[in-house]
């Protein structure tokens, strides 16, 4: 059910629902008018989870372009994390992502998923620790705090109750098929919907993709993806040595895979930011770590983020519970988990850690939450399906780690209809303005054309 007077952050959408009388709606920078209603839906979607149902309702916030009889439909833009919300960035992708073509024709709908924005799960410890990172590696007692904090209601924070809130949101606009752009995570949830709702998709625009089966806790795909990049950054900047040895050297000196990989990702999002790295790797190597710190420091402090802006809270509680790894899935006892994931790393040929070692795959961020995660009951998702035969097209940039090329690659075999583009010299979110016109023009064609 939407309902309407609900207040948004300026200048994105108005106080009032369409068509209440009271107020007007907001213009965007863009010249696009939103308006903002709540989205009201159950806690506990009927046969999602095991066990008795529980009782309990979310309010979403969700920004909606007044632009109802768009020709084309409804166009959700899914923003990633798990934990960003979507309603505050209604003007960024307005005016930096979308073409002003894509905009008149489509009506543009962005939501804050549960778990996020005005409703995110507080972990305050967990929150200052991870910022806006996938891969800091958190203390055990803030995962455990974190989870203790939520209490049993983490189970209903899994990318099968946010398909399904997604559903609710079609029916509330009263259509019978959505289209998609989704951004790292929101393009699982993206994936996800189309699998679960084949008949209710029109074309899927993924960005900087995460593979429908499964997110690797080990994160083999990015730490392999590595090298690669850094070898480009030294054919783009020019380079006296291989970074990508000499990454594996300053690692086995420095023992910190997890920090340094955590590093160079965060590095990778947006615009990368890697052309100092090789040389900072050099020098790290020849005994003088100032500027490999320096540099480690300055990102660790650009990836604060407060809850409302990423939500660690709701970050764990979905991918902990969406993923399997070398442990089982959620429901595993934890006991085990650190004992299982290191037998499956042990047993990895080095050439698939490098330039890394295995106490990286091991010990990154994700894998170390998710084993400290506790034991929640699941309802395992069937692998190994096909996307449906819809149009897909499928963006990623060459320099990113965040979601490596080769989950693109995965994912586009996956899509009977997909067209996979890659964005060169791009970093994750490869349709903001900060990676180049390439991912928007090919995004606004795929959207616009037949």
């Known amino acids: 059910m939407l309902s309407g007077a ?76 798990p934990g960003q919300p979507g309603v505050p960035f209604a003007a960024r992708v307005s005016t930096q992502l ?10 543009l709908v962005l ?8 409703g995110a799960l507080r972990c305050p410890q967990l929150q200052q620790v991870m910022g806006s990172s996938d891969l800091t590696v958190p203390p055990a007692s803030t995962v455990q705090a974190c989870a203790q904090t939520i209490g049993p209601a983490r189970q209903f924070f899994t990318t099968a109750d946010t398909v399904a809130d997604l559903d609710a949101l079609r029916r509330a606009l009263g259509v019978d098929r959505l289209s998609f752009d989704g951004v790292s995570y929101g393009t699982f949830v993206a994936e996800r919907y189309a699998l679960t709702h084949p008949d209710r998709v029109s074309r899927l625009v993924l960005d900087s993709i995460v593979p429908h089966d499964n997110v690797d806790p080990l994160e083999l795909a990015g730490i392999g993806r590595t090298a690669d990049v850094l070898r480009m950054v ?7 040595t291989d970074p990508a040895q000499d990454l594996s050297e300053v690692v086995r000196i420095r023992h910190d895979g997890p920090e340094l990989f955590d590093t160079l990702t965060g590095l990778s999002v947006g615009r ?11 020098e790290a190597l020849r005994g003088d770590d100032t500027t490999l710190n320096a540099i480690v420091a300055t990102e660790h402090r650009t990836q604060a983020a407060t809850a409302e802006e990423l939500s660690q809270g709701l970050h764990a509680s979905t991918l902990c519970e969406d ?26 040929p080095e050439a698939m850690v490098f330039p890394y070692d295995r106490a990286t795959a091991a010990g990154n961020g994700i894998a170390v939450t998710c084993q400290q995660w506790p034991s929640t009951p699941v309802v395992a998702v069937p692998a190994g399906r096909d996307l449906p035969a819809v149009p897909v097209l499928l963006l990623a940039g060459d320099h990113d780690l965040s979601t490596p090329l080769p989950w693109a690659q995965q994912e586009a075999a996956r899509a009977p209809q997909g067209h996979l583009v890659v964005i060169p010299g791009a970093g994750h979110s490869t349709q903001s303005s900060a990676n180049g016109p390439m991912g928007r023009a090919a995004a606004t064609a795929f959207l616009t054309g037949p």
Not at 14 to 39: D, H, I, M, N, Y
Not at 272 to 282: E, G, I, K, T
Request: aromatic share 4%; charged share 15%.
């Open 272 to 282: 990368p930011r890697l052309s100092d790295v090789p040389a900072a790797l050099h």
């Open 98 to 107: 979308l073409d002003p073509a894509v905009l008149r024709a489509y009506r």
């Open 234 to 240: 030294c054919q783009e900047n020019g380079c006296p």
């Open 6 to 81: 609900h207040p948004c952050a300026q200048p994105v959408v108005s106080t009032t629902a369409p068509g209440s009388g009271a107020g007007s709606p907001v213009r965007s920078p863009g010249g696009v008018t939103f308006s903002c209603v709540t989205l009201t839906v159950p806690l506990d979607h009927a046969g999602l989870h095991p066990g008795p149902r529980s009782a309990g309702w979310l309010s979403l916030r969700v920004a909606m372009a007044d632009n109802a009889d768009a020709p084309r439909g409804v166009l959700v833009f899914l923003t990633g994390g």
């Open 323 to 348: 993923l399997h790894g070398p442990w089982g899935d959620a429901a595993t006892p934890v006991a085990g988990r650190a004992a299982a994931t290191w037998k499956a790393v042990a047993a990895l």
């Open 111 to 118: 939501i804050d998923q549960r778990g996020t924005g005005g």
